[in-house]
């Protein structure tokens, strides 16, 4: 790798981003108080309070078994919506309502829900059983309908076990029908770590992982290398679905240290090996506005279109003081938008799996040329990349300034070698998701003090809300904190109900770093 000094230094702000502000301050709840229903008047009032368009978009997602095509002739036996990878693009229009049935025709009895990734909802449609529904059985079909209300790039996926690790997972696209920015075309961009049928399942994986490296015997099946030697092909690396599925070795300064847990044969962008891309075909001069989404369970992404710089106009649907760069870092359940004037030629989009030496590819076709080789490395990647901590929420999505009402510290702890990821000490029991509740009121400024005492990135998710990072940084639901730091947000209570709040790392939020945000009744 060249040296980073400098992009290091524009990423520091990942570990830190401050809040000074006085309050009340708690790391969660001794005794249970009484809690909002997810179904209660107070989400009502709420849904009611936001602006609609009187239109209804109605779908049906089937979830069941089916074979991915990932191109170059692999094939994996896997579960998706709609027979598909990435599951076909929902949009809408800011205001509408959506009401997607979900059909679940899984196997082996497996129950699913869906979630709808940070999306301001109504709460009894977050999709998140126990919590805020019972999970959809083998069979059965249940219909989500809410009012999507904020313009911009979002997706949807389960949120039983760590199904997201399979290809269940597609894009929601709200549009702004005051669209302020000015395009000719649009790529939405969906990066997935693929492993489902290829060398195992995600229930084998996490099965090993939650073993710990202390339950470990010997070093057998261990990659110790990183990932691939070399960028990926057609071939996995490793053979048949033999596990060891556990990473060591995977480095990276850009977060901290340790890049992941899992070993992963594939990366793919929009469900595509490397070795047989999609190809986005367009015309030299055209201004393209891309929508980038990391659907992976365990990789943060370098993202870079070779021979262009990206100008970063959103993050996770908010927009942001526009900002040119090289290349973006993206951590699990984050999303950003980039626009982008095509140059004439043949351009890889590359999707450097951060830290575990391979990467995901697909490409840009305005002219005559060769399509790049799977091991093409663009110069961006090497250049300026920009952490979220340091862009700045545009002006009319700022929060306003208002005292800080609550504080909440949120220690994230756990190790590799116990495997027991956890918040402020309490491992998440989906047997009793209210035991440890991180309380709010409705109207309060709260701040959310994330403290990594792990030596790994995590990156927090919260449901139902988007935050600022600082006083002034983007709105965001998922921000990545790095090992050993202390990242503050704060958000208003405006949407009652109780929301998760967790690791999007899906070994980890099923290990236990979850936790509930509770609104008090």
Known sequence: MNSINRRSALLAGLGMAGGSALAACSNGSSRTPALLSPSGSAVAAAEKRRAGTGRTRETTLIAAAATAELGAGVKARTWAFDGQTPGRELRVSAGDTLAATLSNQLPGRAATSVHWHGVALRNDMDGVPPVTQTAVRAGKNFTYRFLADRPGTYFFHPHVGVQLDRGLYAPLIVEDPKEPLSYDEEWVVVLDDWL???????????????????????????????????????????????????????????????????????????????????????????????????????????????????TLTHTDGFPVAHQQVDALLIGMGERYDALVTLADGVFPLVALAEGKNAAGMAVVRTGSGAVPETNVHPGELDGLIMAASR??????????????????????????????????????????????????????????DFVNTTTMWHPMHLHGHTYQLGTGGPRKDTTIVLPKRTVSV??????????????????????????LVAYRA
């Not at 956890?422 to 309060?444: K, L, M, S, Y």
């Not at 704060?490 to 936790?515: I, S």
């Open 196 to 310: 489902d049928g290829v060398t195992g399942t995600p229930d084998q994986v996490f099965a090993e992982l939650r073993q710990g490296m202390g339950g470990m015997h010997g070093m057998d099946g261990m990659d110790m290398s990183g990932g691939m030697n070399g960028s990926p092909s057609a071939s996995p690396s490793g053979g048949g679905m033999s596990g060891g599925f556990m990473l060591m070795g995977a480095r990276s300064p850009l977060l901290g240290g340790d890049a992941g847990d899992v070993k992963y044969p594939y990366h793919l962008v929009n469900g595509r090996v490397p070795a047989d891309p999609q190809v986005f075909r367009s015309k030299p001069g055209k201004r393209v506005r891309l929508r980038l989404i990391n659907a992976g369970s365990d990789t943060a992404y370098r993202v870079a279109l070779g021979g262009h710089r990206l």
């Open 391 to 448: 862009l700045r929420a545009a002006d009319d999505v700022r929060l306003p300034s208002k005292k800080t009402d609550r504080v909440h510290r949120i220690e994230l702890n756990g190790s590799m070698m116990a495997y027991d990821w956890a918040v402020n000490g309490e491992r998440f029991d989906v047997n009793d998701p209210a035991a440890h509740p991180i309380t709010v009121e409705e109207g309060q400024r709260v701040r959310l």
């Open 490 to 515: 704060f958000f208003d209570a405006d949407n009652p109900g109780r929301w998760m709040l967790h690791c999007h790392n899906a070994y980890h939020g099923e290990a236990g770093m979850m936790a």
